[in-house]
């Protein structure tokens, strides 16, 4: 049976008849509306009544408690496969036919439109299964549409123009991981203009720790009270083995159910580590071909802050010409074997997402390298030229010439041994850093390119937007402070990178 196409095709001449499900508007009342109406779409279990499994009518229970308000926002994390589609689309038809709001809309957010169709042709297609409600419905190619309660539900891609002049009542968000914080701030305060509604996200990890949904993740875990924001996670155990059966039955509450076992069998034998990982353990670990390993970075974490005045010291600066970032990052130098050098932010400068005309401060950063020198006890600066060349000969004749070197960050030859010093140097904690934030997520946004002379970092793709310029700060700054250790004032000798 198809939904009725087009305006003119005629509908129901009432409502739909709810008068089995429970009164209240809770999760209860939602599992008894997809016991009664909906039915599984496709795959395992296709053309069967849809039934909420006691783990799908935990999560619904979060997002619609049977106590208190709904939460205005909510986050689902769990692996690939375990039905997220399907939930999503249950809950939307619900928001569309049965919740009870006059005049509701019901917006299927994704990265692309195309993404955000598959939960709304799932949704078409339940409706379409049902007699009852396709008799409700007007299927246009871009929405579906109720006139018995003027209610809308449609497919719209995450950009912040189109989630514009909304007023939705439940926003599903398919796939968080790809979203931005402009899409997501721009979803968040539409849906506040109602005096009820829910922003639900339900996704797999991001490779990313600078993003909205890792963000969201670390809020939701250290507020587990806050009533306005519900976060349900399903994860395997960090550490765990990716073998570990037990690990894959509590990332996956769907296992043995419609997720096969023998998909996963087949999985982590031809899949790499850190995207068997994500996908299906739902672990945060980065891209598969990050730099460093998941979490090696945090394990060094030290001394937060700055060195003592005084404190023998080398700088390191990775500039852009105008927008994007630039790093001016610090590193001590050891005074003995048993000391490790300590990595330390003295300045980032990061053009903001909403400020295409950013540009970087160039006095603010002439200013910082000013009271770094007066600060410590300034070894060297070495600082990469491209963009910056008259401000590095002002720095030279303000510090001394002696002190100011370039050091070309294209240049493999010196990058990929740098790389390499501070990639052993982590894994072995043979140095600490301040835990600064957003060097952290330059460092996760560095991904490894193979060298003849060595692996170094490099963005995801020309033109990319996850800056790395701390990462590669960091690396320089370390290398340098080795080598002052190596090559003490007394034997060392100036040394200019050409």
Request: proline share 7%.
């Amino acid at each position: 049976m198809a939904t009725k196409m087009g305006p003119k095709a005629p509908t129901a001449d009432h409502a739909l008849d709810l008068s089995m499900l429970p009164e209240k508007r809770d999760y209860r009342r939602i599992d008894a509306f997809a016991r009664e109406f909906l039915t599984v779409p496709k795959g395992t279990g296709a053309m069967e009544p849809f039934r909420l499994r006691p783990w799908q009518r935990n999560i619904v229970k979060s997002m619609y408690p049977p106590t208190g308000r709904r939460p205005r926002q909510g986050l689902v994390s769990m692996p690939r496969g375990n039905g997220k589609s399907g939930l999503a689309a249950a809950l939307a038809v619900y928001g569309l036919l049965a919740d009870g709001i006059p005049g509701a809309q019901v917006l299927i957010v994704a990265s692309d439109e195309r993404q955000a169709r598959i939960v709304f042709n799932a949704a078409r297609r339940m409706i379409e299964l049902d007699k009852r409600l396709s008799e409700q419905v007007q299927a246009f190619t871009d929405r579906l549409y109720v006139p018995a309660t003027d209610s809308t539900m449609m497919p719209l891609p995450a950009e912040p123009a189109a989630l514009q002049g909304w007023d939705p009542t439940l926003v599903i968000v398919d796939e968080l991981h790809v979203v931005t914080d402009r899409v997501w701030e721009a979803m968040s305060l539409a849906s506040g203009k109602r005096l009820e509604s829910l922003t639900l996200a339900i996704s797999t990890p991001s490779d990313r720790l600078d993003s909205v949904m890792w963000r969201l993740v670390e809020y939701g875990r250290q507020h587990p009270d806050d009533k306005s924001f519900r976060l349900v996670e399903y994860g395997a155990p960090d550490g765990c083995n990716v073998d570990d059966r037990d690990a894959w039955r509590t990332a996956n509450p769907a296992l043995g159910d419609f997720l096969h076992v023998d998909a996963l069998e087949t999985n982590v034998k031809t899949t790499p580590e850190a995207s068997f990982r994500r996908y299906r353990l739902g672990q945060w670990v980065g891209a598969a071909d990050s730099w460093l390993p998941w979490g090696a970075w945090d394990e060094v974490a030290g001394q937060t802050g700055t060195p003592d005045e005084g404190t023998p010291i080398v700088l390191a600066f990775d500039g852009s010409a105008s927008g994007d970032s630039t790093a001016l990052i610090g590193c001590t130098i050891p005074q003995s074997d048993d000391e490790s050098p300590h990595v330390f932010t003295v300045g980032l400068w990061e053009a903001p997402e909403t400020d295409p005309r950013w540009r970087v401060p160039r006095h603010e950063v002439s200013g910082t390298i000013a009271t770094a020198f007066d600060t410590w006890e300034v070894r060297e600066l070495a600082a990469d030229p491209w963009g910056w060349r008259s401000e590095l000969e002002e720095w030279a004749d303000q510090h001394g010439a002696d002190k100011v070197v370039e050091w070309n960050t294209a240049h493999a030859g010196r990058m990929a041994p740098a790389t390499d010093r501070l990639y052993a140097a982590i894994m072995t904690h043979a140095v600490t850093h301040d835990g600064h934030e957003q060097v952290a997520n330059h460092l996760a946004n560095a991904r490894a390119k193979r060298t003849p002379m060595g692996d170094i970092v490099t963005k995801d793709k020309r033109g990319s937007n996850r800056k790395i310029d701390a990462a590669v700060g960091v690396i320089v700054a370390h290398d340098r402070a080795i080598w002052h250790y190596r090559n003490p004032p007394k034997r060392r000798r100036v040394v200019s990178f050409r």
